[in-house]
């Protein structure tokens, strides 16, 4: 099965940093495109990030742009974002997402984990 978890989430001070890890398994990790989403209190989901499947391309929201960093590591199956000068308003429930192609399929499908909580505050 397809599982997407999430980690590295907590409480952590404004400008401060943090990196969080989605270690994923089920799939062809390496040919896949990989992004982030957030959804903060009491708003939807917001896209944040995406790296290309070999990693060589990476795209970022405005809001997060010259912050945040993602990379994976095909190796481990692993994509991470590396969170660095946070803001309050960067409060939100993280997910790892990934538009995959299931078995017998031609057409994209959602696939995202449980999300990991990162909470901004002094």
């Known amino acids: 099965e397809v599982q997407l978890l999430e980690s590295g989430g907590g409480l952590v001070q404004p400008g401060w940093s943090t990196r969080l890890s989605c270690a994923a398994s089920?799939?062809?990790?390496?040919?896949?495109?990989m992004s982030w989403v957030r959804q903060a209190p009491g708003k939807g989901l917001e896209w944040v990030s995406g790296?290309?499947?070999?990693?060589?391309?990476?795209s970022y929201a405005d809001s997060v742009k010259g912050r945040f960093t993602i990379s994976r590591d095909n190796a481990k199956n692993t994509v991470y974002l590396q969170m660095d000068s946070l803001k309050p308003e960067d409060t939100a429930v993280y997910y790892c997402?990934?538009?995959?192609?299931?078995?017998?399929?031609?057409?994209?499908?959602?696939?995202w984990g449980q999300g990991t909580q990162v909470t901004v505050s002094s």
């Open positions: 089920g799939f062809t990790f390496m040919t896949y495109a």
């Open positions: 997402y990934a538009d995959l192609i299931p078995s017998g399929t031609y057409w994209p499908t959602p696939y």
């Open positions: 790296i290309s499947s070999g990693g060589g391309s990476t």
